[in-house]
């Protein structure tokens, strides 16, 4: 079989059987060069061969040493070309892309063994459990029905049954096998087991009775009924089930969806308004205060509650009037601090005086006589308003002691205690 014959042969069989593990070798150039190249790599102990012109020393020498449909063309180098490429797949993309490194395994695998079962088809066959034994494998037994070397017409044929089977296939490439098969179906049962298969998210377009066709993504399914989110609506969440709604399709999104599961404890009334900014998959919450919130259009008051599938939580929090003990406490708040200005001012006007006398003093000595009278004088009265002066001593012990009693009777601000499960949409 020709080179062009491998490789549309190889993208058919890879992306058929690729399919099955919801893989689509068309939805990156990697996939799809990873498909070309091992649908080629077998041949590579030919040296006309496509590889083998690019890879000229190690063609000739398995060509010399091995021969041509031997070695590459064995179950053991099948199984250890696969197991050596996923551990370079795993060093160059487990840090990056953790799944790319299953994706191409699985292409590389099923593209090499597309070539190898196709050169079964031929007359010669290969020697597939090469080095144990050199039997040839062919498909089928009767050389009659297999493929002849080198016959234009047949290989012409041969590419244009490939590609035929490649482009009928493609849909079933692109959505994968089982979601073809559940999709053909269209049932709330087999729109369960789609669910159930897509971690990732799952999008249904759909019809109730007496409204348009609506599209959303799928948060809950079950056997009879599902639980989908028409983002950018007002109507959020919304429940369908099989005797009211039409299945149109299903498929996977170009979105992913995410489930982020957070708990809290002891938080504040605007940390937990923060935190349910996003759409709600589940809400378990106690609070130290009644709560009114709106469940399903009727408002209910309760410490505790849960809530399921809520795309927006409005709530409220009871509070006691506490009006007048907040003055009581401003009062209270505004005295002590008049007391302790007044014991400052107090205090400031002792350090004026001494001050004052301690200036004098210094300066006894040196003044004249007439100013020395004067300076006596001024002393005296200085002296006799320190005999009269009393420190401003105010009870502030007893004033705070008050203010602490009165704040005790204020009602706690609210805290809440809980967890929620976020509806994250990544683009």
């Known amino acids: 079989m020709t080179g062009i014959n491998h490789i549309a042969g190889g993208i058919a069989f890879t992306g058929i059987f690729a399919s099955f593990s919801d893989i689509n070798i068309f939805q990156s150039p990697a996939d799809l060069a990873v498909t070309l190249f091992f649908s080629l790599l077998p041949d590579i102990d030919h040296t006309k061969s496509p590889l083998g012109k690019v890879f000229f020393p190690l063609a000739r020498y398995l060509d010399r040493h091995f021969g041509h449909r031997t070695l590459t063309h064995s179950l053991l180098c099948w199984i250890g070309v696969t197991l050596l490429f996923r551990l370079l797949f795993f060093v160059f993309f487990t840090h990056t892309q953790p799944k790319t490194v299953h994706e191409l395994t699985s292409n590389a695998c099923l593209a090499y063994l597309s070539h190898l079962i ?70 709330f049962a087999h729109l369960h087991n789609e669910y159930r298969r897509s971690p990732s998210g799952l999008e249904v377009t759909f019809q109730t009775q007496h409204e348009s066709i609506s599209k959303g993504l799928v948060v809950a399914a079950e056997d009879h009924q599902a639980v989908v989110f028409l983002s950018g609506t007002a109507e959020g969440f919304k429940e369908i089930s099989q005797e009211t709604t039409e299945l149109i399709a299903f498929r996977h999104p170009a979105q992913t969806l995410l489930r982020e599961k957070v708990a809290f404890a002891d938080i504040s009334e605007d940390s937990l308004r923060s935190l349910l900014r996003l759409p709600l998959l589940q809400l378990s919450l106690h609070s130290s205060h009644p709560v009114h919130y709106l469940d399903k259009g009727e408002v209910k008051i309760n410490k505790s509650l849960r809530l399921q599938y809520t795309d927006s939580f409005s709530f409220s929090v009871e509070m006691p009037d506490s009006s007048q003990l907040l003055h009581q406490i401003y009062k209270q708040e505004m005295l002590i601090q008049e007391e302790k200005v007044k014991q400052q001012q107090s205090l400031d006007s002792l350090y004026k005086v001494k001050e004052h006398i301690r200036q004098l003093e210094k300066i006894y000595p040196y003044l004249t006589d007439y100013e020395k009278g004067k300076a006596t004088a001024k002393l005296k009265r200085l002296h006799e308003w320190l005999e009269k002066f009393h420190l401003h001593a105010p009870q502030i012990e007893s ?29």
Not at 400 to 426: A, C, D, M, T
């Open 118 to 187: 196709f050169d079964m088809c031929t007359k010669s066959g290969i020697p597939f459990f090469y080095p144990f034994s050199a039997a040839r494998c062919v498909i089928p037994g009767n050389p009659a029905m297999r493929l002849p070397a080198g016959n234009a017409k047949v290989e012409t044929l041969i590419f244009c049954v490939f590609n035929s089977l490649t482009l009928t296939c493609y849909p079933l490439m692109k959505q994968g096998f089982w979601m073809s098969y559940n999709n053909a179906f269209k049932t």
């Open 399 to 427: 004033f705070e002691k008050e203010l602490s009693f009165l704040k005790s009777r204020l009602e706690p601000h609210p805290v809440f205690n809980g967890y929620v499960v976020l509806l994250k949409i990544q683009e």
